[in-house]
């Protein structure tokens, strides 16, 4: 009654199972199909037992896993495990996950297998859109950084030109540099050599593969850029705390953790508030698997309500200040991806503002 009773609950569970199952000869003959199987490819029972399995494996899979139901029939391998395509009866492809097993008699003798196929076929189909979107985009950026490459490659050479035509002009003609435009014009081309100059850069930190990182000490990194500005320091009287414990080491490239230093601790004195001398604190902390590099002033802050979403944004600015460019924040942000890293902000217009450098922490083995 007992053994009965059992075997009746494993037919239910077969028969209800929302997972396709099947029971197949040792010769892959199809003994038995559950509903969910027969939905999911189109045959009915009848049908399907009149079938092998290879009769409705994808002709590129046929041989997928033989060796493995040979071990399994030997008792080498209890089960087996696969991706594998069969095809419906419609003639559509379809992608399954299947898991197979060898039932034995109480002598050990092989019966059958018994087999559950998963279809994954719009896993399949999604993960493929996901793979597509992404060789666009990568080649997208290919092509954008390849045009970056050839206009400061040409707008270096009308820089030249412009440069050489000014210094001939100062040299043949002399008086020209008595004229108001001329300043305007010398300036003009300048800015233009700054522009090829930061479209070279930004082009070069997004065109490196393969990056080598190096644990580097996160204080001596600090302590040797405020040593760097030290006049620009003495000069605003800045008052800097820097409070990072000296054995906290993240990976990065040096120029590059100079360069992110460098940039928001000059842009935190360059933006204080005026008649006020700029306060600066320097803190690093460790959050799971990297460094939060905390950079915070207390000067003129940034109405993120309003410039949020292009803070880091290229030849973008939020102040009138004289040395403002644009370009900064943005070569920056890209240097910090760079390396593996993130950047938050917290500011307010008055109150100050906060960066958060996410840097990849080193911990050694």
């Known amino acids: 009654m007992e053994l009965a009773k059992r075997e009746q609950i494993l037919t239910k569970t077969f028969d209800l199972s929302a997972v396709g199952m099947v029971t197949l000869t040792l010769k892959g003959q199809f003994i038995d199909a559950n509903k969910s199987f027969c939905e999911t490819f189109g045959y009915t029972k009848e049908e399907i037992q009149q079938l092998t ?110 440069n050489m035509l000014l210094d001939l002009a100062k040299i043949e003609i002399p008086e020209t540099t008595d004229n108001e435009i001329f300043p305007l014009l010398k300036q003009a081309v300048d800015h233009l050599g700054e522009t090829v100059d930061n479209l070279n850069e930004v082009a070069s930190i997004n065109t490196k593969k393969n990056i080598q990182l190096e644990p580097l000490g996160l204080l001596d990194t600090v302590n040797t850029i ?64 990297f460094i939060i590099l905390q950079i915070r002033d207390y000067g003129l802050g940034i109405d993120l309500q309003k410039h949020g979403e292009k803070l880091f944004g290229m030849y973008k600015t939020f102040h009138k200040h004289e040395d403002s460019r644009g370009i900064g924040l943005f070569i920056t942000k890209n240097q910090i991806e760079a390396i593996g890293g993130t950047v938050d902000v917290d500011s307010k217009v008055n109150e100050g503002t906060t960066f958060n450098i996410h840097l990849k922490h080193y911990e050694k083995n």
Not at 273 to 289: L, R
């Open 226 to 289: 405020t040593k760097s500005i030290a006049a620009q320091i003495i000069a605003s009287k800045a008052d800097i705390s820097i409070n990072i414990a000296s054995h906290i080491k993240v990976m990065a490239i040096p120029a590059y953790l100079d360069s992110i230093v460098l940039n928001f601790l000059t842009n935190a004195i360059k933006y204080k508030k005026q008649n006020e001398v700029p306060k600066i604190d320097i803190t690093a902390k460790i959050e799971n698997n």
């Open 53 to 162: 399995f290879l009769d409705i494996t994808h002709p590129a899979d046929k041989t997928k896993g033989k060796q493995a139901i040979m071990d399994m029939i030997d008792g080498k391998v209890n089960y087996y495990q696969s991706e594998k395509r069969y095809i419906a009866k419609n003639g559509k492809t379809i992608w399954t996950y299947i898991s197979s097993t060898v039932i034995r008699d109480n002598n050990g003798i092989p019966l059958h297998f018994v087999t559950q196929i998963n279809d994954i076929s719009q896993i399949k189909r999604s993960t493929k859109k996901i793979v597509d979107l992404l060789d666009t985009t990568e080649n997208q950026n290919k092509r954008l950084l390849n045009f970056a490459h050839i206009v400061s490659h040409n707008l270096r050479s009308h820089f030249s030109n412009l």
